[in-house]
Each structure stands twice: as structure tokens, then as C-alpha cells.
């Protein structure tokens, strides 16, 4: 039998264990506050254009929208998930809704594009710490092998926030008594409940540090080195060529950075980044795995969105209801591999299918052009679904198996943080291609049928409906054509996550949350430093009752 999640006996103050029905009640707060993280950033893809539109700001700033928050988010992940090895998890994940909840006010409040990006990357942070510290939570509260089960929701909120934003954003922005201040507003009452849900049912036992010492220069040095390098991808091939001297400039100067981060983590006494873990073959080979899989979760529906507005003709709406398919793929790998691997307590076998129905589903996107009937591309859509489904969650479990859980904050984000970084990368090289492609194409489509380009502009070509006819023609098989050359690169690089998987090194999943000679392990640490314990108790979250180790 596994292990059940800890609890407080009140009346003892020992630890006790955590029913179903609890652990349930404490997974549906911290599952609804990853919801509206996650839909902050999709809720606002279809949105943009009118909101860009209504503040007057330029192309540039409509990039920046959402660049501000995934950037934040990115750098921040690492640092909140080692400050939940080192103070309260569930005070950290209020501190992360309410500025997630504040940076959506100031959002909404917004009379500048300037100022909806500022707080945009507000937002960010708390986006940055909900996404790494919901998985830490879940991980402090549920033993590996039962969290298999767990995972198949974690897969459905992320499918329905990634599928269900655009349509929600397009409703909002569609709807005249609501506008598209509400894109930010919508989320807050929201936060609001789980904050108060959390409050009530999630009771997390935490060890209480003595001469803590935070490792404010690897921090800042990660965040600077990662913020250089977005910004970087953001610009390059559109504001300046991919060699150049600002490519140079800023490409060096964020490996510079994280070199230095690397060195300072090396020294520290608690570094953001421990690099014994990072540097354990499981965690190596999950970030690995998680560049394939989080170029999948961000790039699957950016690309295909854009394949079905402008390179079929589907309005938003109808475009998200045709990457139905995705989330289904998701939702049902998720629940069964879950089931599955609680029973077996085995993970890799199904992290290395997942790895390879993801490149199946890459390799029949591949072949997607304008006209491709849509259950072919249904087909390939389910199959990078099931194959994200299968893997993306269970690559974070596999690590958190392998760690204890004075640990599991700084694992956990290193992977999340890790795969959000790999498919930022992704997705902006990716994107690239494609605009190339597509001009290239469009440009041997006009001079071979003799049709003259419209004036005003390159950027024309994106609002189809004020194009000549014959012109939207070449643009729409422009993009249904090129978009399938995008899915051939992802399946050459989702490769590397089936080699990375078939790498991982084969365990079971333990039954306890921590790891079962843990305790010894700080007891004789302890000891062994003049008899003064580094951890000499254990404290709960405020309201609850103190128990000493």
C-alpha cells in the first residue's frame, strides 16, 4: 500500500494521514488557480488585435503583450521554486495570486500599451510562481507513486486553459458590454475563490530553516542572463538579422550571465539551481525530454491556430474548436497513463511512448498543406496530444521521484523552467521559419501567376479580408503550405526527446512523499554540526500546530 499525504492531528500535533476526500478538496484550489495562470496568457491570442488596436500601439508593442509575461515567468520559476524549499509552500502560492491578481487589475485599468506591457510582466511573476509551486504543493502532498492518478487533471486544466482561452477571448472581445478589458478582469474573482479555498483546505507540513541565506546574486544573474536571451528571440530576423551585432551583443552577453550564474551556483551555500540535481542523469534527461514537450505545448497551438485562421479561413472561434482533437489527446492520455502508472509504478515506458506518439503526431502534421481534409489533420493533432499527455506531467514526476523533499521546489521548477525556456526558443525559431517561408512563397506565387501585391505594406497579407481575392488565394495556400515544413522541423527535434527518454534510468516510483532515508539523512547532519540541528523543526502554515522532528 502507498503511503497516504501528510496531515496535522490537532489535538497531537502529529502528522496524520490525508484522506481522499482531503487531498481532493486541496487539488481542486491549487487546480483552479493553475487554470487561470495559465488561461491569463491564451485568453489573450485572439484578443490582441483589438486591444493592441483600441491603445494605438505599434507592432512591436503587440509582441511585447505577450513576451512581457512568458519572459517574467520564465526567469522568476527557478527562484520561486527554490524559496518553496525554504520557507512556507502555501504562503508562497497566496503570495503568487495576489500579485497574479494585481498585475490583472492594473492590466485591465490599462490607458497605454506601455503600461498594459509593464503589467503584463507584473502579472508574470505571479504566473511564474503558480505554474512551478502548484507541482511543488502537489508533490509535498501526494506520494510519486499514488500522483500518477493526479496527473490526468493537471493534464486536463492545461488542455482546456490552452484550448478554451482563445475561445473565451474571442467571445469577450465579441461581445460589446463586456470589452477587452474583461480579458484581464474574467481571472480575478476566480483567484479570488481559490485563494480563499486554499486558505480553508490546503495544510502543508513545512521544515523550518535556521541562518536560511538566499542566493540573491544566482538569482538575479538567472533572471538577467534568461530576460537578455528572450528579448533576443523576440527581436531577432524582425528589428535586426540573425547575424549581426546586436545578435552578437546580446547573445554574448547572456551567455556571459549564465556562465557567471553557474559559477555562483556552484559556490553557493543554498544556490537558486542546486547543480548536484540538475546534474543527475533523471533530471538531465527530463529537461532534455521537456525542450521536445514544451515546443509541442506552446508551439501545437500557436501554429496550428494561425494554419486554420489564415491558411483555411476559420474564424477564431471555429479555429479553437478545431483543435478540439489536441485536447482530447491530452485529457485521455493523462487520466489513463496516470491510472496506469499508479498501478504499475513503473514511468518510463510510458514517457518514452509519449516521446514517440508525440513525433508520430509531428510526422503526420508534416504533411498538412491548405487543402488537407480536416480528420487527417484531427489524426495528427490527437496524436501530438496523447503524446504531450503521456509525457509532459510524468517528466516532472520522474524527477521528483528521484529527490527529497527538502528539494523538490528547486527540481521541479528547473524542469518547468527548462521546458518553458525550450519552447519559448522554439516557438520564436520556429516562427521565424515560418514568416520566411511564407514570404518566399508568396513571392514566387505573385510573380508565376503575374498578380500584382497590394500596397501597404508586408504586414497586409495578415488581415485577409481587405485583400484582392486572387492575392487572399496565394496568401491562404501560403500559410496552409508552409506550416506543414514547421511540423517536419518539430518532429526532427521531438526525436531528441525519445533518445533523452530512452536514457532516463528505469525506476519505481516510491510510496512515501519523501524519500524513505530522508530523515535519517538530516538527523546525522544535523548532528554532525556541534550539535547544533540546521533543521531542528518542523513548522506548519499559519493556524496549524507546530510538530518538532
Known sequence: MSAPAPTIDEASGDAAPMTHRQ???????????????????????????????????????????????????????????????LFSKKLLIQLSIVIFVLGSVI??????????????????????????????????????????????????????????????????????????????????????????????????????????????AGAFLIAAGVSVLLVWISFVDDSFA????????????????????????????????????????????????SLAVGMAMFGGAVFLGQYFQIGRGYSPTEAGLLTIPLMAGVLVTSIVTGKMITKSGKIKPYIIAGTVVLVAGFGVLSTIDHETPLWFVG??????????????????????????????????AAVAFFRSLGGTIGVSVLGAVLARRVTDQITHDLAASGVSAPAGGGTSTLNISALPEAFQHIVRAAYGDATGHIFLISAIIALVGVVAALLLKPSTLRTSVDLPDAGRSVAVAADAIDGAPAFDQVSIDPGETPARR
Open 107 to 216: 492590466a485591465g485599468f490599462s490607458q497605454s500599451a506601455g503600461q498594459l506591457i509593464a503589467a503584463r510582466a507584473f502579472q508574470g511573476i505571479g504566473v511564474g510562481g503558480l505554474q512551478a509551486l502548484v507541482q511543488v504543493a502537489i508533490a509535498a502532498m501526494i506520494p510519486p507513486r499514488e500522483r500518477g492518478r493526479y496527473n490526468g487533471y493537471l493534464g486536463g486544466v492545461m488542455a482546456l486553459a490552452t484550448v478554451g482561452g482563445p475561445l473565451l477571448g474571442g467571445l469577450i472581445v465579441d461581445t460589446s458590454w463586456l470589452g477587452w478589458r474583461w480579458c484581464f478582469f474574467i481571472g480575478i474573482p476566480v483567484a479570488v475563490i481559490a485563494l480563499i479555498l486554499l486558505q480553508a483546505t490546503l495544510h502543508l507540513t513545512t521544515i523550518r530553516r535556521e541562518n536560511v541565506k538566499i542566493d540573491y
Open 242 to 289: 540573425w547575424l549581426s551585432w546586436q545578435t552578437f551583443a546580446m547573445v554574448g552577453a547572456s551567455i556571459l550571465l549564465l556562465a557567471l550564474a553557474v559559477w555562483v551556483e556552484s559556490r553557493a551555500a543554498e544556490p537558486v539551481v542546486p547543480l548536484d540535481i540538475i546534474r543527475e542523469r533523471t533530471t538531465a534527461m527530463s529537461i532534455i525530454a
Open 379 to 412: 489524426i495528427g493533432m490527437f496524436l501530438v496530444g496523447a503524446g504531450v499527455g503521456m509525457s509532459m506531467q510524468n517528466l516532472v514526476l520522474a524527477v521528483q521521484n528521484t529527490v527529497a523533499l527538502k528539494d523538490i521546489g528547486a527540481a521541479s
Open 23 to 85: 487531498t481532493l478538496e486541496a487539488l481542486s484550489g491549487l487546480l483552479l488557480v493553475l487554470f487561470v495562470a495559465m488561461l491569463s496568457s491564451t485568453v489573450v491570442s485572439t484578443a490582441l488585435p483589438k486591444i493592441i488596436g483600441s491603445l494605438n500601439g505599434s507592432q512591436t508593442q503587440y509582441t511585447w503583450v505577450v513576451t512581457a509575461t512568458l519572459l517574467s515567468a520564465t526567469a522568476t520559476t527557478p527562484i520561486w521554486g527554490k524559496l518553496a524549499d
